[in-house]
């Protein structure tokens, strides 16, 4: 076996990560690192993107190309680069408030482009840099500075929302289980097309008050133990289905069928080419009829 050339260290930058002491966004950066080392991409072919939050910090704590933009818009920047220079490995990145309040348009035309990005939410149920308001995805009930008399409002069901999207890889972490994150992340970032992690990553300041590590690992359930299989999309719906109840972790969707954006275009232009004409029926008949 060929050794890797990188470790670690050679994605770390020299911020040091302002995280509270505790925060669960210490061990996703931690799982990115081991990931993007195990994998043994150089740097500076990596582009990283996030929006803003505590969370969507975490391109600066690395050596990769990128910014922390503007808040919810870690999508669009990451397509963007991603359809500048296609030869870059792309990573977005940031919070459950981020990605699915104030972000959550970009979800389905992200998807139902199908860019080669690797987007990892960082899922603390709660508005962590702006001091503890209740965000998309926070538990009903939680008392917050918004939420006084308690949350009455039903949550946002990320995996839900994305797999109804048509996206090719959905996953769950946990902080608790940072083997299996670091493997989610090196699967979604080697799938061709847009892959999605979601990460319940504690938030010790302003989320639930008991020890949400012990809790995190009370209800995870390993999908790598119950024999799911990930080709399946109904079962994949039913786990989906539990999110918020359950805390089901590992591969939860994945089909490989699906067309990545830059090859599709690619055929497009090949296509267009011959025919001398565009486009070519065909090929969007395989790839947008059939699915
Ligand atoms: C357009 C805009 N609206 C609101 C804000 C304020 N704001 C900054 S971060 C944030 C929410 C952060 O929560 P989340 O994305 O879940 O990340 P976390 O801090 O919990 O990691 C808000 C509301 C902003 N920066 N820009
Ligand atoms: S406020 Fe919460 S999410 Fe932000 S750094 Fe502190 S623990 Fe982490």
Redesign the pocket.
């Known amino acids: 076996m060929e050794a890797c050339p990188f470790t670690k260290k050679d994605f770390q930058s020299d911020l040091k990560p302002i995280w509270c002491p505790g925060c669960g966004?210490f061990a996703v950066l931690n799982s990115i690192y081991q990931a993007l080392a195990g994998i043994g991409i150089a740097p500076h072919k990596l582009a990283f993107l996030s929006?803003?939050?505590?969370?969507?910090r975490i391109p600066g704590y690395t050596t990769a190309y990128g910014f922390n933009s503007?808040?919810?818009r870690s999508l669009p920047m990451a397509q963007g680069v991603k359809a500048a220079n296609p030869d870059l490995t792309v990573l977005a990145a940031?919070?459950?408030?981020?990605?699915f309040?104030?972000g959550g348009g970009h979800i389905s035309h992200i998807v139902r482009r199908n860019p080669d990005i690797t987007y990892i939410v960082?899922d603390?149920h709660?508005?962590?840099?702006?001091k503890g308001?209740a965000?998309p995805t926070t538990v009903p009930g939680t008392v917050s500075v918004t939420t006084p008399y308690g949350l009455s409002e039903t949550p946002v069901n990320p995996l839900l929302q994305i797999l109804a999207s048509g996206c090719g890889f959905v996953a769950q972490g946990s902080t608790h289980d940072m083997k299996q994150l670091v493997r989610l992340i090196e699967d979604g970032i080697r799938y061709k097309g847009f892959a999605f992690i979601n990460i319940d990553s504690p938030?010790v300041t302003y989320g639930r008050e008991e020890d949400q590590m012990k809790e995190l690992k009370a209800r995870a359930v390993n999908l790598e133990e119950t024999g799911h299989d990930a080709k399946n999309k109904l079962a994949a719906y039913a786990i989906a289905e539990e999110y918020g109840r359950k805390l089901h972790c590992g591969l939860i969707y994945r089909n490989d069928t699906l067309t990545e954006y830059t090859e599709l275009q690619r055929q497009v232009k090949v296509a267009a080419k011959a025919a001398g004409e565009y486009p070519r029926e065909e090929i969007f008949e395989r790839n947008f009829l059939v699915h």
């Open positions: 966004d929006g803003i939050g505590c969370s969507s503007v808040h919810g940031g919070g459950d408030g981020d990605g309040s104030i960082m603390n709660i508005y962590g840099l702006t308001q965000g938030c």
